[in-house]
């Protein structure tokens, strides 16, 4: 990146003072460029060995106020999210809103029979939500839709299958902040549960899941170890149809907390959809799988986000990496007419 961009980013961010004193825990009231400059350099001392710079400037007058590397390129890492907020603002207005729906090509509803397939269109929502897809099975209930004659499709053409950006790492891939940017996001494509020691060494610890995420079948080995037992450890694994969970506890009262990356989207959202229409009572007498919806159906049930000002204000409070790569696949995605990637994203921004 040019330097010059990387100096606009950072005075962007490096702007707010009084923000970078809070971070020092003592709320700092700034009077003059004498203090700001005293300030900044009270901050700075405490990270001496890092790579830092600033640039900050009046808004008022133009003029130069703090300056320290600021010709030197730097990783702009989160900064970036700035240019994909202000982008997806610009672009898809404020009030634009992700939308989760049901349609189907079925011509009629015959005695609680859909006499046809239906339809799950994805549209990469970073904020969709178990209980969210709960919600959009309300609307097949309230049409008194008991079976459905066909297949149920899941759509999840709105982006590309390159899930990781282009430069994250294998190791990334391990941590949620770094989980999948598909179309079919539910949960920000990670799991949370706790792990807790059974009450006797030799016993089975216990798995303490959430009713905000669906999961698929655990199979759990760890056992629990007497209470100062060392070199314990909890190891997690995954198929196309189980997470495993291996390793030792020792004995108290305590749990530990994991998170687990969906790696197979596609796969997980089957099992989910399958899950919820038998939690549900509606009978497919097809079957759950992958399939694009054409633009002439008719709608059955939709779920709509909040609007992108919320979203984006989670996004950069957070610095949410899910948020941020679904907007960008999202502005690709509407702005060449194709399926949202990495490569038509930064064409979009």
């Known amino acids: 990146m040019r330097k010059g961009i990387i100096t606009i980013i950072l005075m962007m961010v490096f702007c707010s003072v009084q923000a970078l004193a809070m971070h020092q825990s003592r709320k700092v009231v700034i009077y003059g460029k004498d203090q700001l400059v005293s300030e900044i350099n009270r901050i700075l001392q405490a990270y001496q060995h890092a790579d830092i710079g600033v640039y900050?400037?009046?808004?008022?007058?133009?003029?130069?106020?703090?300056?320290?590397n600021i010709n030197r390129s730097f990783v702009p890492a989160s900064i970036l999210k700035i240019l994909t907020a202000e982008s997806a603002l610009l672009y898809l207005g404020p009030e634009y809103r992700f939308s989760t729906q049901f349609v189907t090509d079925a011509k009629s509803i015959d005695?609680?029979?859909?006499?046809?397939?239906?339809?799950?269109?994805?549209s990469?929502?970073?904020?969709?939500?178990?209980?969210?897809?709960?919600?959009?099975?309300?609307?097949?209930?309230?049409?008194?839709?008991?079976?459905?004659?066909?297949?149920?499709y899941i759509d999840d053409s709105a982006f590309d299958q390159s899930y990781g950006a282009p430069g994250w790492t294998t190791k990334d891939s391990h941590y949620c902040y770094a989980a999948p940017i598909s179309a079919g996001i539910v949960n920000h494509n990670c799991l949370a549960f706790r792990v807790m020691p059974g009450r006797k060494p030799g016993q089975l610890a216990h798995i303490m899941?959430?009713?905000?995420?669906?999961?698929?079948?655990?199979?759990?080995?760890?056992m629990t170890k007497p209470r100062h037992s060392r070199g314990c450890y909890l190891k997690l694994g995954s198929s196309d149809s189980a997470?495993?969970?291996?390793?030792c506890m020792p004995k108290g009262n305590y749990a530990w907390g994991i998170s687990?990356?969906?790696?197979?989207?596609?796969?997980?959202?089957?099992?989910?959809?399958?899950n919820l229409f038998r939690r549900y009572g509606v009978q497919v007498r097809g079957r759950v799988t992958p399939g694009k919806a054409q633009a002439s159906l008719s709608h059955v049930g939709n779920h709509q986000s909040q609007p992108l000002r919320s979203i984006v204000n989670d996004m950069m409070k957070k610095s949410d990496n899910v948020i941020a790569g679904a907007l960008f696949k999202k502005l690709g995605q509407i702005y060449t007419k194709q399926p949202g990637s990495w490569e038509n994203g930064g064409q979009a921004v």
């Open 56 to 68: 900050v400037k009046s808004m008022k007058y133009g003029d130069t106020l703090y300056a320290q």
């Open 111 to 122: 005695n609680g029979v859909l006499t046809g397939n239906l339809y799950l269109v994805q």
């Open 124 to 152: 990469g929502d970073p904020s969709l939500t178990y209980y969210d897809l709960i919600g959009l099975m309300g609307s097949l209930k309230s049409q008194q839709i008991q079976s459905i004659a066909g297949n149920v």
């Open 209 to 222: 899941t959430s009713p905000h995420y669906y999961y698929p079948a655990m199979q759990n080995t760890v």
């Open 243 to 247: 997470l495993s969970l291996h390793g």
């Open 260 to 274: 687990y990356v969906i790696e197979n989207v596609l796969n997980y959202n089957q099992s989910l959809v399958k």
